[in-house]
């Protein structure tokens, strides 16, 4: 059974920082491309950073990039995105998902499984 699961959502304020995990079970971790996404009430999924199977190239969505890092630990299935200087317009479910052929980092339809979501909140 594959489970992702993510922690380190919460209520912060602007400025503030948070880095969220997510542990995979269930899959090869260390052979599938990891993405972090986001959705808020109304819109539609986003694409915020990915991480190759290696760790060895990384993608970043402008709203993300200078602020955000993306990182793995295959030995602990983990993957871990950093965020800093967080804004109000950053208030969403935070995903993680993983991509077994990582050609398309940032489409959320290339991906083959999903976790449950932490929200993140940044008041101002």
């Known amino acids: 059974q594959v489970q992702l699961v993510e922690s380190g959502g919460g209520l912060v304020q602007a400025g503030d920082s948070l880095t969220l995990s997510c542990e995979a079970s269930?899959?090869?971790?260390?052979?599938?491309?990891m993405g972090w996404f986001r959705q808020a009430p109304g819109k539609e999924r986003e694409f915020v950073a990915a991480i190759s199977w290696s760790g060895g190239s990384k993608y970043y969505a402008d709203i993300a990039k200078g602020r955000f890092t993306i990182s793995r630990e295959n030995t602990k299935n983990t993957v871990t995105l950093e965020m800093n200087n967080l804004k109000p317009a950053d208030t969403a479910v935070y995903y993680c998902?993983?991509?077994?052929?990582?050609?398309?980092?940032?489409?959320?339809?290339?991906?083959?499984?999903w976790g449950q979501g932490t929200q993140v909140t940044v008041s101002s």
């Open positions: 269930g899959i090869a971790f260390e052979t599938y491309t």
């Open positions: 998902g993983a991509d077994q052929d990582g050609e398309i980092p940032h489409s959320p339809y290339r991906y083959d499984y």
